[in-house]
């Protein structure tokens, strides 16, 4: 069966600083990869995803991610964060049969 | 464009009680999902809807119901509620099913729910 493990639960960063969030996934078909970002009291929001071609894959806000197969995972990062980016975020599979199968999320915390 | 709408917002029920809440797609998307969200258990899949019919069902009980209407608006209904039945409820929708399939979904605020 297929899951997903995020690594952290809890991300501290300061702002300007780069900062990795660590996705892992089991699977044994092909599956299509996302980031969710949920700000306080708001529902999901997509943030990236990786459906196919390329495996690095990138957002409009400067995160990006890359899906690296045989080590099954897909960390997101940015190089440089704003306090704008406090929020959690949630990695996600999908073997395309319409559900997606969610990790326990990052609490990603940006100080001044 | 309006996006996903969940109502209502925040409810309180006591044990026992039923509930129902609504989820209006964005204008023009066939497909629903709906997904619990709680501090223990995380987000997990309860079903998913496209043109009135039920596609896809997550590992929860019978108590826990759904359906979809002809202009794709959604209702799911949970009986007899319990207190682990305490949590945000959100629900999706997407255009078309290529994109349910895939997971490319936008979601709504939420309901949340707390029973007493």
């Known amino acids: 069966a297929q899951s997903v493990t995020q690594l952290d639960s809890q991300v501290p960063v300061f702002e300007e600083a780069p900062v990795e969030l660590r996705c892992n996934y089991s699977s044994s078909v092909s599956v299509y990869l996302f980031w969710y970002v949920q700000y306080p009291n708001q529902g999901l929001q997509l943030l990236l995803k990786y459906l196919s071609g390329s495996t690095l894959v990138e957002s409009i806000n400067g995160f990006e991610a890359e899906f690296n197969k045989s080590q099954t995972s897909f960390h997101l990062r940015k190089p440089s964060v704003h306090i704008s980016d406090t929020a959690e975020y949630f990695c996600a599979v999908s073997e395309g049969q319409g559900n997606l199968i969610f990790g326990k999320g990052t609490k990603l915390s940006v100080k001044p | 464009k309006a996006g996903v709408t969940q109502t209502p917002r925040y409810l309180i029920k006591t044990r026992g009680q039923q509930v129902t809440l609504s989820c209006s797609p964005i204008s023009g998307h066939r497909s629903v999902s709906w997904y619990q969200q709680t501090p223990g258990q995380g987000l997990q899949f309860l079903f998913e809807y496209f043109s009135e019919t039920q596609r896809n069902k997550g590992n929860f009980p019978g108590r826990f119901s759904g359906r979809q209407f002809s202009n794709s608006r959604s209702e799911m209904n949970v009986s007899t509620l319990e207190l682990g039945d305490s949590a945000l409820y959100l629900c999706?929708?997407?255009?078309?099913?290529?994109?349910?399939?895939?997971?490319?979904?936008?979601f709504g605020e939420g309901s949340r729910l707390t029973v007493l």
């Open positions: 999706a929708s997407s255009l078309e099913l290529t994109q349910t399939n895939t997971g490319e979904l936008f």
